[in-house]
């Protein structure tokens, strides 16, 4: 049963210090998205790949998110430095003809 | 953007009830997705439904996309369909970024 896996599922940090997730998408799958869901916004989509490439990151804050692909393998997600404002669950889903799975989820706390 | 708007915003059954829930949007899509999302946090695909009617077990899912809504129906709920139920889009030229409604708050009590 293929899934999506991501890790951490939990990080809890202070603020200011740097913050890197990673997911590991369905193999054969071509696209990769990192969404972030609070209570205030609900869920938000913020980058996403397709055969690796960066297709979207509109709605990462660039000063502070990055999100790169090294590999088909891998995606991470990373936060430097982290906000308080930054706590949510942060989900990482492949995809493939249009449908998407998504991971467990990382539950970050910045303090 | 498109806007997804779901309703009601909250659901309380009895279980063995059925129920309907809605989902609008404001354009054409690509696709849409139904996923719920348990207590745990998992979200869990439902559906793929573009457009048609499907079911898998006690769930069914009808979108017309002519008139832009999507209806999910729980039939003899039981407490484990409890969570967050969210309908998604994709559409037009969105290279498959999916747009989330705020979701319906499901609670089935015994």
């Known amino acids: 049963d293929a899934r999506v896996t991501q890790t951490p599922r939990h990080k809890v940090t202070e603020m200011g210090q740097e913050v890197t997730m990673r997911c590991q998408p369905i193999?054969?799958?071509?696209?990769v998205f990192w969404y972030r869901q609070t209570m205030m916004q609900g869920l938000e989509l913020l980058a996403y790949?397709?055969?690796?490439?960066?297709?979207?990151d509109s709605g990462m804050p660039k000063d502070r998110f990055s999100a790169e692909m090294p590999d088909a393998t891998l995606a991470t997600l990373k936060i430097q430095p982290s906000e308080p404002r930054d706590s949510a669950v942060y989900f990482c889903?492949?995809?493939?003809?249009?449908?998407?799975?998504f991971g467990p989820g990382t539950r970050l706390t910045v303090l | 953007g498109i806007q997804v708007e779901q309703s009601p915003p909250d659901l309380i059954l009895q279980e063995g009830a059925n129920s309907t829930l809605r989902c609008n949007f404001s354009?054409?899509?690509?696709?849409l997705q139904w996923f719920h999302q348990n207590p745990w946090g998992q979200l869990i695909n439902l559906f793929y439904?573009?457009?048609g009617t499907k079911q898998n077990g006690r769930l069914s899912a009808t979108t017309v996309a002519t008139e832009r809504y999507s209806l999910l129906y729980i039939s003899s709920s039981q407490t484990t369909d409890s969570g967050v139920y969210f309908c998604?889009?994709?559409?037009?030229?969105?290279?498959?970024?999916?747009?989330f409604g705020q979701g319906t708050i499901l609670t089935v009590h015994p």
């Open positions: 889903a492949s995809g493939i003809r249009d449908t998407q799975y």
């Open positions: 439904i573009p457009s």
């Open positions: 354009d054409s899509v690509n696709n």
């Open positions: 790949f397709r055969n690796r490439a960066p297709l979207d």
């Open positions: 998604a889009v994709v559409s037009g030229t969105s290279y498959g970024k999916l747009t």
């Open positions: 193999l054969g799958h071509n696209t």
